[in-house]
C-alpha cells in the first residue's frame, strides 16, 4: 500500500511538473508573439530619395534594402526632424521635436543618463562639468529615451555603432562609438564657435570665407573604404544573431546596429565603384549665383562650397559615384546582418527597421553634407518589416523619424507616452485606421553651417521653408516650392503663391509655437555657450578681438567688436591692428634660394629648390616655402619677400585638402 501511494505520489508530481513545464514554454510563446523582436538598422547620411520609387534621384543597386522593402513597407516620403547627426537621432530617441528638447547641434547632445538630472552623461561632464550637464539636462526636460522605455518593459537590449546622441546609452550591452559633448575651450573647434556666434548675422558669420571652389577629389581605391568601426560594429552584431540572441520562441530582444557608411569620409573601392558604374550621374542643376536665395549663399560661403560650379563635370561626377558607391557599400553590410536573422529561423517574429538620420546633398545647391531643408539634406531611408506587415508595400504618407518612438514602443506592445511629436507607423504598415495621424510633417535647423533658424513644413506636394529673425533688423525671405513639378527645388514660388505661404506659416506655427520664440532661445542657449565655454575661459573682454580675430580673420573691426557687444551683452574693446610690414623686394628679412631667384619667409628656416635638402624635411618639398612657390610658378618678381605665408600656405593647402 506504502509503495502503491509513493508510486502514484510520484507520478502526480511528474503529471505536474510536466504541466507546469508546458504552461511556461506557452507563456514564453506567447509572449514572444505578443512581443517580436526588433532588429534596429542604421546607415548614416543616406539619401531617402533612392529609396522612393516617384523620386528622380538616382537609384544606386541597393539589393539587401530592397530585399527587405520587398518583405515589408519602404516609407518613401520620410523626412528628419533636424539634419545633422546629434539632433536628428536625439529627436528620434526620445520621440520631439529638436525644440522641445533643445539638442540644436552636435556639440551638446541628450545630458541625462535614463531620465534623470542629477545623473548625467558620462561624455558630457568630461566635456562641460558636471553642474553644466545637469543644467542642460533640466532645460532639455531629461525625456526617457524609447530604448530606456524598452528596458523597463522587460526587452533585452543591445546595441552596437554609431549611437551619437549621449543620454547615457553605454551603460546598455554591446559597444557604442560616436559620442556629442564637444568644449571649443578644449578643443579650439572654430566650427563650433561659428555655430555658437550665428546670432551676430551673416555680416559677421561668413567673414573670411569668400566663395571658393570646393575640392571634390576622392579616393576610389580604399581596400576598406568604410570606418573600422563600420567593421566592428559589422563583426559584433554578426557574432550575436549567430551565437542565438534572437531566436525562435525567445525572450524578446531590441539589437542595435548602426553605420556611419555612407556619411564621409567619402571613399570607395573598384568592387563598389564597378557596382555603380552603369549610373547615369551627372552633375545637378545650379541655380544661378545672382538668383540664389541668401541663405545659400551664407551657407555655401561656411560650406567653401559656393564655386562649386567652377568645378570640372567629370570631377563632380566621380564624387557623385563614389557617394553612390558607398550607399551601395551600406546595403552590402546591412545585407548581411538581415541575412544573419533569417539563418536564425526567427525573422517571421522579428521586426526589421531600416532607417538613416539625415541625407547627403551630393552637390546639389552648391553643397555636400546636410544642414538645410532641401530633400537632398532632409528626406531620410525608412524601411520596416515584420508580424502582420504585408509586403511590398510603398507607403507615400508622410513620415518623419519623430515617428520612430511610438513606432518601437508600439511593436514591444508597451504604453505610448501622450504629448509625443509623432505617431505609430505601425498602423499605416499595417492598413489599420488612424484618424489621429497628421497629414503634415514638420522640421527645424539651428546648427552649423547656418546664420539662422531654418524651420520647414511639408503638406502634401508644398514644402514650406522659413527663417528666424535677427536682433539686428534682418529676415530672411521665406521659400516655397511644389515638390511634384520641381522636385530638385530650384524653382522658388513663394513670392506668386502668398495664399500657401500663409497658411503654411500658420499652419507651421499651430504645430510647433512661435517660430520667433524659439529662434531666439536657440540662439540664447548658443550665446551663453560661447560665453560661458570661450569668451570667459579666453579672457573675456581683454581676449575678445584676439578670440574673434581668430575666428572670423583680420577683417573683423570696430563695428563688428560692437555688434559682438550688443549681442554678448558684455564688453568686447576693439584697438586697430599694427600697420602691414613694408615690402621686401630685396629678402632683407626673408631668405633668397640657391638660384637668388625664389624668396620664402625666414621663419622657413631654409632656402631650397625641391631637389635640395628640403626633401628631408618633415612632409618634403610642399613643407619648404621656396618649393611651394616655384611650383606655383612664383618668384620673388611677382610675391615681394618674404613670400606672403598666407598665399603660401594657399598653395600648401590647394594641395594637401
Known sequence: SGSLEREIDGRMRSTIMLVWALTLLAAATAD????????????????????????????????????????GAVFSRAYAQSPQCVPSRSAL?????????????????????????????????????????????KSQHSPLTFIDHLAEGGVNVTLYGKMHAGAGLTEYPGELEDFPFSNPAKSSDSKTLREWTRGLGPDINVKGKDGQTPNLQVPDSEPKPAT?????????????????????????????????VPHPPYASNKTYMDAVAMLNVTVPAQVPKDQLHPNDVSTSLLKGSLDTDLVPAET?????????????????????????LDATGARSETYVLMISDHGE?????????????????????????????????????LASLNDIFPTILDMASLQIPDGLAGSSLLPLATGAPDPTRKDYITAQYHSVFSVTGEFMIRQGDLKLIVYGANQFDWQYPAQLFNLSSDPW???????????????????????????????VRCKTF?????????????????????LFTKLYGSDFNASDAAKVETWLGAPCPWTPPPPPAPPDPTCAHGIKDASGTVCCAASCKVCAHPSSACQARPGGAYACCPSIVTKGNQSCATHGAPCVLNHIQSKLNTRIL
Open 32 to 71: 514572444a508573439a505578443g512581443n517580436p523582436s526588433i532588429l534596429f538598422l542604421f546607415a548614416d547620411e543616406m539619401d531617402g530619395r533612392i529609396l522612393d520609387p516617384a523620386s528622380p534621384q538616382v537609384k544606386p543597386p541597393l539589393p539587401n534594402l530592397n530585399r527587405l522593402a520587398a518583405a
Open 93 to 137: 530617441l526620445v520621440g520631439l521635436r529638436t525644440d522641445q528638447i533643445e539638442v540644436y547641434d552636435n556639440f551638446v547632445g541628450i545630458a541625462a543618463t535614463k531620465g534623470k538630472v542629477g545623473d548625467p552623461d558620462p561624455y558630457c561632464i568630461t566635456a562641460f562639468g558636471q553642474d553644466a550637464c545637469i543644467g542642460f539636462a
Open 228 to 260: 573600422p568601426n563600420d567593421y566592428k560594429t559589422l563583426a559584433s552584431c554578426l557574432s550575436r544573431l549567430r551565437s542565438g540572441l534572437i531566436r525562435p520562441g525567445g525572450p524578446a530582444q531590441f539589437l542595435y546596429c548602426s553605420l556611419l
Open 316 to 340: 563632380i561626377e566621380h564624387f557623385r559615384r563614389v557617394y553612390f558607391s558607398m550607399c551601395f557599400e551600406a546595403d552590402n553590410l546591412l545585407g548581411q546582418i538581415i541575412d544573419a
Open 361 to 397: 546633398d551630393n552637390t546639389e545647391h552648391r553643397q555636400c553634407g546636410k544642414n538645410n531643408m532641401y530633400d537632398s539634406a532632409s528626406r531620410v531611408a525608412m524601411l520596416l518589416s515584420g508580424p502582420g506587415i504585408a509586403p511590398g508595400q510603398i507607403i507615400p504618407n
Open 489 to 519: 527645388e530650384l524653382h522658388d514660388i513663394a513670392a506668386s503663391s502668398a495664399a500657401d505661404v500663409a497658411r503654411l506659416s500658420a499652419l507651421l506655427e499651430t504645430d510647433m509655437g512661435s517660430l520667433a520664440a524659439i529662434d
Open 526 to 546: 548658443q550665446r551663453e555657450l560661447f560665453k560661458n565655454f570661450s569668451y570667459e575661459p579666453q579672457g573675456g573682454a581683454a581676449g575678445c578681438q584676439k
